[in-house]
């Protein structure tokens, strides 16, 4: 019995449930029980994180709820950079509600549902129960909508409305191949065992027909792979990525399109040796996807929707690792999770406290904010140079360790449009980066007074940043967490 | 109840035809009674079910309680602070009954030749289970269907409300094992969804003007 499962997702939803009661009648302390709640949560993914990196599956109910090293990496990802927007979003909110943008009554609502998204997230990456995941899967969607609406203007609406209803129909393919996976395997898993659990479909997945087997894979691909953003089913990211409070958006594309792909590698890794034609399969989705991805940044005026796209590319790269099937590409996708959650969650954050100090997001009207903003704008390039590929920040070394496991998996072809794709996201961010930071102040902006981001938006930043760094230059230091999660994923993986 | 499951072909009809009058009614309200009586439907035919798999009573009481009482309400307390009227889609009454009909037939009969293809165990492939696997397939494209060409927000969750009965009905043959905690799970995301679209959706009414999705065209590419 692992309690502490339980309080991983209860201590947040609870608070967020507080919030809701109480969080009305006091700003101060609606902030407060989110700091509060999201720190203790944080504290016990930490727990959860050096037990599971140290070989330990916790699990409770009778393995109803399991954490293995993949699981927790999830959870600890989550709660880490949970706690640091919710931190971010002190400042951030507050100002967003005196400039008129957030009506005053529905402030609290803010902390409430971002506390209740973060609970959703965390169970996702908990249960072992295959309907269960895509019902917990869904109410991260459903979490979420309020907060992708938030500012309640007609771009916002307009994209709460498509976030929702996009997602809700997506995800019901999955539900379809979920169930698809159960009913397909319950007939061979031996009585006396819960057919629900993936633990036990893993187990005799090759005994799934096989039309079951790649119609559940289809079904899987198109329902979790719209949640992850994987191109054709990524039309709801752009919009609700760049809608959303800043912190929502370093949450969306930090975190919450991760927990798809978590998703996808429950599901549909367990059938890999089984079906050769599904890892191309995946492959193919994930070139595809980081090809759409990197041409559409070149479109964007709005930075968010150019961070955006670049999401979508950053999960090409992930679903390419994972078409890879070697442990290498495997590997690798778990790396560049990783990565993209802290150059991402930077990038967005770091480009909040230019929103925070302008107002504006829009390429052509901002410029030379390097120099009143230095430490913004340091930071941000820390992410544009991180996101870009280059070496000695973070974003290189899970590109390059993909790029060296598509030639091992004689995959050169692959490779190759990785590279490309990597070397034209670099060159939109140079753009947009030079663009933003570099330059004369634009007259618009020369009037305002314009300071550095306060030290609760800055902090996160600052960490974040250093974590790109010593990742780029000391690898190995996430080496025993990502080999155990990997390890993970194959120990379940039931070989023919 | 052995009377009952001589029903099932005749229930499974009445799901499809309920399915065109949620559609193609252009009254809001009256979809919505529609969408009622096609729950109620659903929960007769999980009864008929019953009869060789009990656990499907349960199925019943849940789907009475969701989709008969509380989606009803929700989008009944919804079109009356927004409006009754559908707003007119591309395609007339005569079109859209003609591409419906075609692709009812085109898929039903496809999901029913090639049952065993989607079925996972040999006895969803069986009768009734295989009619029924046809039915709620169809029942989920009509759904689609609704989806992707009414350009009305309040007539795009009549669309995926449908889509959901199609799932739900599936469940019979595919999985009619499944815990009622499952389907609890499932009912409950299904009815937090439509409550945040409505809520979304009546503060597009409130900033638009309408209930129009063709309006919704700020943010491209």
């Known amino acids: ?496 | 109840m052995e009377q009952l499951t001589m029903y099932i072909p005749t229930i499974s009809l009445s799901l499809i035809i309920t399915s065109y009058l949620v559609i193609e009614l252009r009254n809001l309200r009256y979809s919505a009674y529609a969408y009622m009586l096609q729950a109620v439907l659903m929960c007769s035919l999980f009864v008929a079910f019953a009869n060789q798999n009990p656990g499907l009573y349960y199925w019943a009481i849940t789907a009475f309680i969701t989709k008969v009482v509380v989606i009803p309400y929700l989008l009944l307390r919804y079109i009356r602070r927004t409006t009754n009227r559908e707003f007119p889609p591309l395609i007339g009454y005569l079109g859209s009954i003609l591409l419906i009909s075609v692709i009812v037939i085109i898929f039903y009969r496809l999901t029913h030749q090639y049952g065993e293809f989607i079925a996972p165990t040999p006895a969803a492939s069986e009768e009734p289970f295989r009619t029924n696997l046809a039915v709620s397939l169809t029942i989920f494209v009509m759904g689609l269907y609704c989806i992707l060409v009414r350009r009305d927000a309040i007539k795009t969750v009549h669309g995926l409300l449908i889509l959901e009965n199609g799932v739900h009905l599936s469940l019979v043959s595919l999985s009619p094992l499944l815990k009622e905690t499952a389907i609890i799970g499932i009912v409950t995301d299904v009815v937090i969804a439509v409550y945040l679209l409505l809520y979304v959706i009546f503060g597009v009414y409130q900033k638009f003007g309408s209930t129009d999705t063709f309006q919704l065209k700020g943010l491209r590419w």
């Open chain 1, 1 to 496: 019995m692992n309690l502490e499962i339980l309080y991983l997702f209860l201590i947040p939803a609870l608070t967020g449930v507080l919030i809701f009661l109480v969080g009305k009648r006091s700003r101060l302390f609606a902030e407060r029980s989110a700091v509060i709640g999201s720190a203790l949560t944080f504290v016990v993914s930490c727990k959860i994180l050096i037990q599971t990196t140290q070989g330990e599956i916790l699990s409770l109910f009778r393995e109803e709820f399991r954490v293995d090293a993949l699981g927790g990496l999830i959870a600890g990802m989550v709660a880490f950079l949970g706690v640091i927007a919710v931190v971010y979003s002190l400042p951030y909110i507050r100002k967003e509600t005196e400039r008129g943008v957030i009506p005053r009554e529905r402030f609290h609502s803010y902390y409430g549902w971002i506390m209740l998204f973060l609970a959703s997230m965390l169970w996702a990456s908990t249960t072992n129960n295959i309907i269960l995941l895509w019902v917990i899967i869904e109410a991260t969607t459903l979490a979420s909508v309020i907060l992708v609406a938030f500012y309640w203007n007609r771009d916002a609406l307009e994209a709460g409305y498509k976030y929702a209803m996009l997602l809700t129909v997506g995800i019901t393919f999955a539900l379809f191949g979920c169930v698809l996976l159960y009913a397909g395997s319950s007939p061979h898993i031996p009585s006396g065992l819960d057919p629900l659990k993936i633990t036990e479909i893993a187990k005799v997945a090759g005994k799934i027909p096989k039309s079951i087997a790649l119609l559940s894979v289809v079904l899987l691909l198109a329902g979790f792979g719209t949640k992850a953003g994987i191109v054709p089913f990524h039309t709801w990211l752009p919009d609700a990525h760049a809608e959303a409070p800043t912190p929502v958006s370093a949450l969306l594309s930090g975190v919450m399109i991760k927990v798809g792909v978590y998703a996808i590698i429950r599901t549909v890794l367990i059938l890999y040796p089984f079906y050769p034609v599904i890892s191309p399969l995946v492959l193919i989705l994930g070139v595809i996807t980081m090809i759409v991805g990197v041409l559409m940044m070149f479109f964007q005026e709005d930075m968010k929707r150019l961070l955006a796209f670049c999401s979508v590319v950053s999960i090409g790269f992930i679903i390419m690792g994972l078409g890879l099937g070697n442990y290498l590409g495997i590997y690798g996708a778990l790396f560049h999770l990783v990565n993209h959650s802290l150059m991402k969650a930077l990038a967005f954050f770091s480009f909040g406290g230019v929103i925070y100090a302008t107002g504006s997001r829009r390429i052509s009207e901002l410029g030379g904010l390097g120099k009143v903003m230095p430490l913004t704008g340091l930071t941000f390039f820390v992410a544009a140079l991180a996101l870009g590929g280059i070496p000695l920040f973070n974003g290189f070394m899970s590109e390059f360790t993909l790029f060296l496991a598509g030639v091992k998996a004689g995959h050169a072809w692959a490779t190759v449009i990785a590279v490309l794709v990597a070397i034209l996201t670099l060159a939109a961010f140079i753009h947009a980066s030079y663009n933003v930071f570099m330059g004369a102040l634009p007259q618009n902006l020369s009037k305002k007074k314009i300071t550095e981001v306060p030290p609760a938006m800055w902090g996160g930043m600052v960490i974040l940043s250093l974590l790109c760094v010593v990742i780029g230059v000391f690898p190995q230091i996430l080496y025993p967490l990502l080999y155990e999660a990997t390890k993970a994923i194959f120990s379940m993986v039931a070989m023919p």
